[in-house]
């Protein structure tokens, strides 16, 4: 982040696209993947607000940041009783509505509140075409035909529902037949998601990590799929172009870690404290306590914003890539300077000239568009 960038930030208040609001960190399951920062190696506070008090901080905040989106998450967000009154209230403030929750707690008829409660979009889980794969990765059975169910609620109920793989080296060799079950759901879109650890899944990386040629297999895979399909593909969570040729799937969408910009995934946790996204453990402060825009500008920010390890100093797309994501390296590694664990496992693979790497991340930005 340049000077000029860190002034515009203080003397301008910035609208920002989306927010992601943890209501809750309860769960129902127990994913070996899960980065949520409770469930981390370091004590996070734990608890939740009740209804009049996270509607009053909503209020606040989306009156604050102007933001045109706000996703609902857990843990489990339908663990809570009132999710679909939480939904009506940010609706009624302008902001769209996506919920992500691991399916399986969604019945008929809470699908059918929740559309009516005015829920843009609903991101589940398919971990495989294949049931025991996917309990597997859940540990709890039963759970595959659950989603299934939930997704087939949400389209009767005409809704919107974004498929998410996560792709591990227990579930990658099964990625097309995840992908064609979704696009055979009805689903309006799949996430493709590398692991990216934390949390609970910090304790299992070499178990679920997966090396760069299984990844490539299958970002290959998908990519032939949207060809053929037409379904949207698109992966989230940053891979190196380094490692990977991005423009070699021209029909996937790629980003990048977006912290301190007016695209970051600023997180606010079920006790109203706020993270600068949501895989980092930082709190940078309270919003019952002080406004949104002092507490993005908070050293957390830039901490991220300006990550990486110094083996990515002399690079010439440091301030595209910041080596992955900087959050999964705090959370992993105690810092935004190390290596995250993707990057770390590939530390000796040799790096592309800047010209080809220039070339390898402008074709993944066409890929998003």
Not at 16 to 23: A, D, G, K, N, T
Not at 283 to 301: C, E, H, K, Q, T
Not at 334 to 361: D, I, K, Q, Y
Request: charged share 25%.
């Amino acid at each position: 982040m340049t000077v000029v960038d860190r002034i515009k930030r203080w003397l301008i208040p910035e609208r920002r696209e989306s927010l992601i609001v943890e209501v809750t960190p309860r769960c129902n399951l127990e994913c070996l993947y899960c980065y949520n920062v409770w469930k981390g190696s370091h004590p996070y506070p734990k608890g939740e607000l009740d209804t009049a008090a996270i509607c009053r901080l909503l209020d606040k905040v989306i009156r604050e940041t102007r933001c045109r989106h706000v996703t609902l998450t857990g843990g489990e967000p339908l663990m809570r009783k009132d999710l679909a009154e939480i939904v009506r209230f940010v609706r009624g403030r302008g902001p769209e509505v996506n919920v992500i929750s691991n399916g399986t707690m969604l019945t008929e008829a809470r699908a059918a509140e929740l559309v009516d409660a005015g829920v843009s979009l609903f991101e589940l889980p398919i971990l495989s075409g294949d049931r025991e794969v996917h309990d597997g990765l859940v540990l709890r059975k039963g759970s595959f035909d659950r989603v299934v169910e939930a997704i087939s609620w949400i389209k009767v109920q005409r809704g919107r529902v974004v498929c998410v793989f996560v792709g591990t080296r227990r579930n990658l060799p099964g990625l097309a037949g995840a992908i064609e079950l979704s696009i055979a759901l009805g689903a309006d879109g799949v996430m493709l998601n590398r692991f990216n650890p934390g949390g609970e899944g910090a304790r299992h990386l070499e178990e679920l990590l997966p090396g760069r040629d299984e990844l490539r297999t299958a970002l290959a895979e998908a990519d032939r799929l949207v060809a053929r399909y037409g379904v949207p593909i698109a992966c989230s969570i940053p891979i190196q172009p380094c490692l990977v040729d991005l423009a070699e799937f021209p029909h996937l969408g790629f980003g990048f870690c977006a912290a301190g910009t007016e695209r970051a995934y600023y997180t606010i946790d079920p006790l109203g404290n706020l993270r600068a996204c949501n895989h980092t453990p930082t709190i940078l402060g309270n919003l019952f306590d002080a406004p949104f825009d002092r507490l993005a500008r908070s050293p957390g920010v830039s901490a991220l914003a300006d990550g990486g390890p110094e083996s990515c100093a002399g690079c010439s797309m440091r301030r595209v890539c910041r080596g992955g994501c900087p959050a999964a390296a705090e959370a992993c590694a105690g810092s935004a300077t190390c290596a995250e664990p993707f990057l770390g496992r590939h530390a000796g693979v040799p790096r592309p000239a800047p010209e080809e790497l220039a070339r390898r991340t402008a074709g993944a930005r066409r890929g998003a568009d």
